[in-house]
């Protein structure tokens, strides 16, 4: 069975940080590029940042360059988001996904094969 469980999301003020995991399984994960989402109530979930299936590739938003570090670790299955100097607006659900495709890089929902549950992140200002 596919899952992809995300970890790691909380309550934090404005300027601090949070390390977001995602644990897979059922899967190779090895296999699939991987990316984090989010999304707030009432608007379309969004990419953040994605990473290669090598792990030497990333991509990110514009609002999460320079503040954001995607990361993986094949052998523990796990992929994380290092979320630094955080910021009211990124509050939302968090979201890590799996694309088995090479088309990773567009970080379109639609393309993605495989998503967790979610993970609230909450920034107060």
């Known amino acids: 069975q596919v899952q992809l469980v995300e970890s790691g999301g909380g309550l934090v003020q404005s300027g601090g940080s949070l390390r977001l995991s995602c644990r897979a399984s059922?899967?190779?994960?090895?296999?699939?590029?991987m990316g984090w989402f989010r999304q707030v109530p009432g608007k379309e979930r969004e990419g953040v940042a994605c990473i290669s299936k090598s792990g030497g590739i990333t991509y990110y938003d514009d609002s999460a360059k320079g503040r954001f570090t995607i990361s993986r670790d094949d052998v523990e299955n796990m992929v994380f988001l290092q979320m630094d100097n955080l910021k009211p607006e990124d509050t939302a659900i968090y979201y890590c996904?799996?694309?088995?495709?090479?088309?990773?890089?567009?970080?379109?929902?639609?393309?993605?094969?495989?998503w967790g549950q979610g993970t609230q992140v909450t920034v107060s200002s």
């Open positions: 996904a799996a694309d088995f495709s090479d088309s990773y890089y567009r970080m379109r929902v639609d393309e993605y094969d495989y």
């Open positions: 059922g899967f190779t994960l090895a296999y699939y590029a």
